[in-house]
């Protein structure tokens, strides 16, 4: 039994991806057969913590002749989609050397045996096939104990969008064996930070969740903090002093990835900060600080209507959406210390949901809806936490001297934040990093500078 | 630069004071471009006293009116600190920004902006807004003694400008400002 889904890309949202190329996709899964067995499928649980990592085989791919191929497509698609899902902590890879066969014979289904002598319990084939002026990349996924196939994927692509076709397979490979969402095919956009601490650079960057693709979005003539993208990704909302000797107060700005464009958000009386699209994207969310009072605000995009949600002299900032966008959850002092508040997404029936000890902020709701991120100060240490939305089950994930502005990834299993972290000389060293949910699998982003505010993008495709 | 320059003639100073010193109150002269010119007994002679030293400072020092202004500020104190996660004016701000007041009562052609500052301690956006609360709390008091408020403009800098660097006790109370600055 085979199932056919055909899934093609609309114009826009092909036209805002990574600047330089243009992508058409043909874009064809299917689903295997394993369905009709009893058996229990192959399914890793990352749920789970210290889940031991699966072996997994990744044969090169077999490919056209006739196909120009100056930059060995059939080791570095594979390649790539290995980093992939190495880098989530959940697979690892086995030694090519030992595999017994070669890809070429891996157009037919592989000698299970032969695998199995290695311990492999996935193997991952391909090939990459001549058509016209694009490649058209196969890929299927095998259960090596089940001796079953769990996934074939067709995509047709230029040759140089070879590492998108990459993470959209990574995608699928890892949502067939982990159930859960990938989050390979998207984009981190971040402060770029370097010079001393009194007179510090801050730009924006954005790259791949991979490192690749990394470019620049501001001179850095502005100090920018804390980039946000739109549900749609084609916009990034940030923070920046532009302008601030000319008379501009610091302000809200966006950002449109297609055209370059940067807008202030509007003239307001105080400083506009702390701002977020809403799951829409429709809406902003945001603080407005003046007179020594900050409160939440929510602006329609559309008609530029600003609406106050929060009243008082406290300090209420750092607002983020539930997913279905009903609720806004904040962070705030007016019982005295700072504490996570949840209120309806018109300003009425507002609930505190932190009671431990520290300061909470930067609250941020999974895509999923079930946990909220946030940064926490206690003991003179900073934290990445979790909760339940109702404040329950909170626990920490990560720690440093400075730990701040969780993020998610699509899925709502993976986080990226940034750490500071004191060097022998005094300095600071200041990266992204990226950790799940467990708080297990945490590791370092590669970034050219000094990383901090990441913000990571929906997925490409929905 | 010009600060520069005063710093500089200043140390010259001092140094020659030391010479004289260590040349058992010795005269020393110098020629017409100023050098030392003991081996030069051709030159023009001077003799240096206190009192030549201040002259010659006093002399060379051209400040623009905006940088005497500059200075008076910070004779007056340019800036208050605040504890932790607090924005309150204690006794020894309010001394420095009466101070502040009478600099602007004296000066009505002048504004002023407020930068507030915070220490690394907090989260960006959190930092951004207590820096605000900071600089109003200042701009508040100076308001309330009677000026315009017109003339002072609020910018909140959270922890993103730390007027030293270090990561201990002493440069976090640095950090914990508000700054006023004249608006050009």
């Known amino acids: 039994m085979i199932y056919f889904t055909r899934l ?12 330089n190329f243009i992508i058409v996709f043909l874009f064809t899964i299917f689903s295997s057969n394993y369905s009709h067995s009893n058996e229990a499928p192959l399914q890793i649980d990352i749920m789970g913590g210290r889940v031991q990592a699966m072996p997994i085989a990744i044969s090169y791919f077999s490919i056209d002749k006739e196909i120009n191929n100056n930059s060995n497509l059939e080791k570095e698609i594979p390649d790539l989609i290995a980093k992939n899902l190495i880098n989530s902590g959940l697979f690892k890879l086995l030694d090519r050397n030992a595999y017994m066969q070669k890809p070429a014979q891996l157009i037919n289904p592989p000698k299970f045996r032969d695998w199995r002598i290695i311990d492999a319990q996935i193997l991952i084939s391909g090939s990459i096939k001549n058509e016209e002026n694009k490649i058209k990349v196969s890929v299927q996924l095998w259960d090596i104990y089940g001796e079953k196939r769990m996934l074939g994927i067709s995509l ?144 329609n995009l559309i008609n530029k209507n600003l609406i106050q949600l929060t009243k008082g002299r406290s300090i209420d900032t750092s607002p983020s959406f539930s997913p279905d966008g009903k609720y806004i959850v904040f962070n705030s002092d007016r019982s005295g210390g700072q504490h996570l508040y949840i209120m309806n997404r018109d300003g009425k029936n507002v609930k505190r949901i932190s009671f431990g000890r520290g300061s909470y902020a930067t609250p941020v709701w999974s895509p999923r809806g079930d946990y909220i991120a946030f940064t926490k100060f206690t003991r003179g240490r900073f934290f990445i936490g979790l909760m339940h939305p109702n404040g329950d089950s909170e626990r920490l994930i990560a720690e440093g001297y400075l730990t701040e502005g969780p993020t998610w990834a699509p899925g709502g299993r993976v986080l990226s934040f940034f750490r500071q972290t004191p060097l022998e000389d005094g300095n600071m060293k200041t990266k992204l990093y990226v950790i799940d949910i467990t708080g297990n699998r945490e590791r370092e982003l590669n970034t050219p500078e000094d990383g901090s505010d990441p913000a990571w993008s929906p997925k490409n495709i929905k | 630069m010009v600060r520069l320059i005063k710093y500089f003639l200043i140390f010259m100073g001092f140094s020659i004071l030391i010479s004289c010193a260590e040349k058992n109150k010795d005269n020393l002269l110098l020629d017409a471009e100023g050098g030392n010119s003991e081996n030069n007994e051709q030159s023009a002679e001077i003799e240096v006293t206190d009192n030549e030293v201040q002259a010659i400072e006093m002399e060379e020092i051209e400040l623009t009116i905006e940088e005497k202004l500059a200075s008076e500020l910070i004779d007056v104190g340019d800036r208050v600190f605040f504890e932790y996660d607090e924005s309150t004016i204690s006794a020894e701000n309010s001394e420095t920004l009466n101070k502040q007041y009478q600099f602007l009562l004296k000066n009505p052609n002048i504004s002023i902006t407020i930068t507030g500052h915070c220490d690394e301690r907090g989260t960006r956006e959190y930092n951004l807004a207590l820096g605000e609360r900071r600089a109003s709390a200042v701009k508040n008091y100076i308001v309330s003694l009677g000026i315009e408020p017109s003339r002072i403009t609020v910018i909140s800098y959270g922890k993103e400008k730390p007027t030293v660097e270090g990561h201990n006790d002493w440069a976090w109370a640095q950090n914990r400002a508000a700054i006023t600055y004249i608006n050009n």
């Not at chain 1, 809200?252 to 003239?267: A, H, P, R």
């Not at chain 1, 809403?278 to 945001?286: K, Y």
């Open chain 1, 8 to 19: 093609k890309l609309n114009k826009n949202t092909i036209k805002y991806f990574i600047f």
């Open chain 1, 156 to 299: 047709s692509s230029k040759i140089k969008s070879w590492r998108r076709v990459s993470h959209i397979i990574s995608d699928k490979i890892y949502e067939r064996l982990t159930g859960e969402e990938g989050y390979f095919d998207t984009r981190i956009v971040y402060v770029s930070e370097s010079g001393n601490q009194k007179n510090r650079i801050k730009r924006l960057a954005i790259m791949d969740q991979d490192g690749d693709n990394h470019k620049y979005l501001t001179n850095g003539k502005s100090l920018v903090l804390t980039p946000r993208f739109s549900p749609n990704q084609q916009k990034i909302t940030f923070f920046s002093y532009n302008g601030v000797n000319s008379g501009l107060k610091p302000s809200v700005y966006i950002y449109d990835l297609n055209t370059g464009n940067i807008e202030i958000l509007g003239e307001f009386e105080g400083m506009s900060f702390a701002p977020r699209f809403s799951p829409n994207g429709n809406n902003l969310i945001m603080s407005l600080a003046k007179n020594g009072a900050t409160n939440i605000y929510i602006m």
